[in-house]
């Protein structure tokens, strides 16, 4: 049985969440989906990075650079362990969208004719006849990098929809077959906050010999994730959503993947030799990881994933699941109001998207906010889900491990207060 959270305790480790906004009003984030909040001990530690060991990593001889290297390798060993990986498998990019872009360019370098003949691995040479699968609930950083793919090679872009209750459409499967080249999926939705059969999926690409990708950046924050047992060949995720600094981003792959896959970015500390002529490049993760890399963030990333260990995955994930559970209960009973995605608390995550009738969701995030409640609203980056519920937006409250009850509690009560400052109640 996980411990249960101690909230009041772990929000004093976060300066932020002591702060007044909108008159005076006290701060109530619920908009960690897109970004979330920062501990102490991630600002302390980039700043004693920056203060004590500032250098350039893998290239100096004095003592400063080789203590920023230790810090550097140090991050990548922590976060590798996070996630049931080896260090040498955990790229650092910049986020997310990067590691995903970085996927996606490997075919792109992979079909280049100029390349081709160059030791390039068939899996990553694609053409018309082949085929590129996603879901219908892809966050823009998993579609359009694929979007870009079909149209500079001739492929097929197919997606696997989503059903009324925010599901995926299991029938579609078998979009999967014999000509798919790569299946790239969202673990946990952003928007609909579903919680999807990854290692299903996965286990189908493998079986037709198609690159299995899974965006990662809404799970791997909020509950124990071991990337080799989810069956992808590459996992991308952001460092800013698990308590890190933002400008950082991971991307884990399978060895032998990421030895086979062309660079995605060329210059200094990627290479192995470099002649006039030509260049050869470094092993895995240096080949990805040209110029100068993010190495106080990394150090801050380190040091976000030693708190949410020291703070209990588990412990987080039921909080949170139990959260989710409230949230849930508690907007439906609201006239008016209708969740976008699954409406019970059963495999999904802690966002939660909604729209209230004859309000437009702005309309609502500004009385929220007016009264100190920073909730999400838009299309969330996820545009084409949006047009599957015929919604033109929608409003979204997540949570994290410094929320509690009383924080919906008073999303429940501003939501009241737009629909009666409307005139919709």
Request: with cysteine.
């Amino acid at each position: 049985m996980a411990a249960r959270l101690d909230v009041p305790r772990i929000r004093k480790d976060f300066p932020i969440l002591a702060r007044t906004v909108r008159d005076d009003r006290p701060l109530v984030y619920l908009d960690s989906a897109a970004t979330s909040q920062k501990p102490t001990a991630v600002l302390d530690a980039e700043r004693a990075f920056y203060e004590t060991s500032n250098a350039a990593v893998h290239r100096g001889a004095h003592q400063l650079a080789e203590e920023a290297t230790d810090a550097y390798e140090d991050a990548r060993s922590a976060i590798a362990g996070f996630v049931g990986a080896r260090s040498e498998d955990i790229v650092f990019t910049k986020n997310a969208t990067e590691g995903l872009n970085l996927a996606a360019y490997a075919f792109s370098n992979g079909t280049d004719k100029s390349r081709q003949g160059h030791s390039i691995d068939p899996r990553f040479v694609v053409g018309p006849g082949d085929s590129i699968v996603v879901t219908e609930m892809e966050h823009h950083a998993n579609l359009i990098p694929w979007q870009e793919l079909c149209a500079k090679t001739g492929a097929e872009l197919r997606w696997i929809g989503v059903d009324d209750d925010g599901r995926l459409r299991r029938e579609d499967f078998g979009l999967i077959d014999a000509t798919t080249k790569a299946v790239s999926v969202v673990h946990q939705s952003n928007i609909l906050g579903t919680l999807n059969p990854v290692e299903e999926i996965m286990a189908q690409a493998r079986s037709v010999g198609a690159v299995g990708i899974v965006d990662a950046c809404q799970s791997i924050p909020h509950m124990s994730v071991d990337v080799v047992d989810l069956g992808a060949d590459l996992v991308a995720w952001s460092g800013h959503k698990m308590l890190g600094p933002t400008g950082i981003g991971l991307l884990w792959g399978r060895t032998e993947i990421l030895e086979a896959m062309p660079p995605f970015l060329t210059g200094g500390s990627m290479i192995e030799t470099v002649f006039m002529e030509s260049s050869t490049f470094a092993p895995p993760p240096q080949k990805f990881e040209a110029g100068v890399p993010m190495v106080a963030q990394a150090v801050g990333l380190g040091a976000a994933v030693r708190y949410l260990e020291d703070v209990g995955m588990a412990s987080i994930a039921d909080h949170e699941h139990e959260l989710t559970g409230y949230a849930l209960a508690q907007l439906s009973q609201l006239p008016g109001v209708r969740i976008i995605g699954p409406t019970d608390n059963v495999d999904r995550g802690s966002a939660i998207s909604f729209v209230v009738d004859g309000l437009h969701p702005h309309d609502v995030g500004q009385v929220l906010d007016d009264r100190g409640v920073a909730v999400r609203v838009g299309h969330h980056c996820a545009w084409p889900t949006c047009r599957r519920f015929a919604v033109p937006a929608t409003t979204r409250l997540s949570t994290y491990l410094y929320n509690d009850t009383t924080d919906i509690d008073a999303a429940v009560e501003g939501i009241v207060a737009a629909q009666e400052f409307f005139g919709v109640a």
